[in-house]
């Protein structure tokens, strides 16, 4: 244990209580405050272990803040999302750590999933309407979107930057680089647009296939749907006498009856079919393309190696800026990622520039 654990269960009381003080239904808010209490706990005799006063080190980190402030802009949800994946990789690395060391895995060591996962079950004030919501919110969130931007300013990045190394290594003039970069901005991001309206709309329409089936099944087998009705809720625990009673009320609706068979049978959620595909897409091209700017922009002043010169800084920096953006996922050392991102980025540039010159060379031979 190092004083990183300690910091760790400090950002983690820190954005629980974030997460409370914003949640609007009050059960679930609860949820969240007794979460900040036990990090709180956790943090406390963590630094007593390491014989550290807790109140001199009780000060969130960078990462912590960075996402209240995404918070702020985009909404509380990011936090969660971004809360729990941090903690479950951070649980899969002692496993994988303890696993290598061949030290006894104990089943402990993803407890604060476990923990909050125990809290939504079992507090009565936490209702199913509530914590279906919950889950739903948990599934849509999880930095999705930010992680999303960060890979498409990566991928946007990494790819132009290589394209364009490798054109200038092959001593192309000035305008040739700069026409080779804005093409390959231009192609990368509309083939990356385009790669996600498919996904976004054939997943849709999968769905809505699968929804009308489902109806089709309630319309014309009303016996057999009442049925799967009847197994679902058995399969809950719920008494028998009582699943008769909520069977018969919900045939009486085939609009609600439906609505239980798509989430509980097909795992279909409503709410993830409201996405716009024609809105990631449109997302996916400008995240793609202000990844892939960067690498052109020294080419439109300047020429030569001075350009090659200031294309490399200014990906390189880009290249630790989303190494860095990484770690709010991860929850690592942000200079070991940002400068692991740098050396894969520039490595990558490195061959296709080595690979251009040698073209460039064979060719004026």
């Known amino acids: 244990m190092d004083l990183s654990h300690v910091q760790t269960e400090i950002d983690a009381w820190y954005l629980y209580d974030i997460l409370a003080k914003n949640e609007d239904d009050e059960a679930v808010a609860h949820v969240f405050a007794q979460m900040s209490e036990i990090e709180k706990s956790h943090a406390v005799e963590f630094a007593k272990k390491l014989n550290l006063e807790f109140e001199k080190i009780a000060l969130p980190s960078w990462r912590a803040k960075t996402l209240h402030l995404i918070g702020r802009v985009f909404g509380y949800d990011y936090i969660l999302g971004s809360l729990l994946d941090t903690e479950k990789g951070l649980a899969t690395a002692v496993i994988r750590q303890k696993k290598k060391t061949n030290v006894q895995v104990t089943g402990n060591e993803d407890s604060h999933v476990k923990i909050l996962r125990s809290i939504l079950d079992t507090d009565t004030k936490v209702a199913g309407s509530q914590l279906a919501r919950f889950e739903k919110r948990h599934r849509s969130v999880g930095g999705n979107a930010i992680r999303a931007a960060v890979l498409g300013g990566n991928d946007g990045l990494v790819s132009n930057f290589s394209l364009v190394m490798g054109i200038a290594g092959a001593s192309v003039t000035q305008s040739g680089?700069?026409?080779?970069?804005?093409?390959?901005?231009?192609?990368?991001?509309?083939?990356?647009?385009?790669?996600?309206?498919?996904?976004?709309?054939?997943?849709?329409?999968?769905?809505?296939?699968?929804?009308?089936?489902?109806?089709?099944?309630?319309?014309?087998?009303?016996?057999?749907?009442?049925?799967?009705?009847?197994?679902?809720?058995?399969?809950?625990?719920?008494?028998?006498?009582?699943?008769?009673?909520?069977?018969?009320?919900?045939?009486?609706?085939?609009?609600?009856?439906?609505?239980?068979?798509?989430?509980?049978?097909?795992?279909?959620?409503?709410?993830?079919?409201?996405?716009?595909?024609?809105?990631?897409?449109i997302s996916s091209f400008i995240l793609f393309a202000i990844g892939a700017v960067i690498p052109v922009i020294p080419f439109f002043f300047t020429k030569g190696y001075t350009a090659i010169i200031l294309s490399t800084i200014a990906s390189g920096f880009g290249l630790f800026i989303i190494g860095a953006a990484i770690t709010l996922f991860t929850g690592k050392n942000v200079w070991y990622?940002?400068?692991?991102?740098?050396?894969?980025?520039?490595?990558?540039?490195?061959?296709?520039?080595g690979i251009g010159k040698i073209i460039g060379v064979s060719m004026i031979g």
């Open 177 to 281: 680089v700069l026409v080779a970069g804005l093409a390959g901005l231009l192609a990368g991001a509309l083939s990356m647009a385009l790669g996600e309206w498919i996904s976004v709309k054939s997943s849709q329409e999968l769905y809505e296939n699968q929804m009308d089936l489902e109806m089709e099944e309630l319309v014309n087998n009303p016996e057999g749907e009442r049925k799967e009705l009847k197994l679902i809720y058995l399969a809950k625990g719920i008494p028998e006498d009582q699943v008769d009673e909520i069977v018969d009320g919900l045939m009486s609706d085939t609009a609600k009856a439906h609505a239980v068979l798509v989430k509980e049978e097909l795992g279909i959620n409503h709410e993830e079919l409201k996405g716009s595909a024609m809105e990631a897409a």
């Open 337 to 353: 990622s940002g400068f692991r991102q740098v050396i894969f980025g520039l490595a990558a540039a490195a061959v296709t520039f």
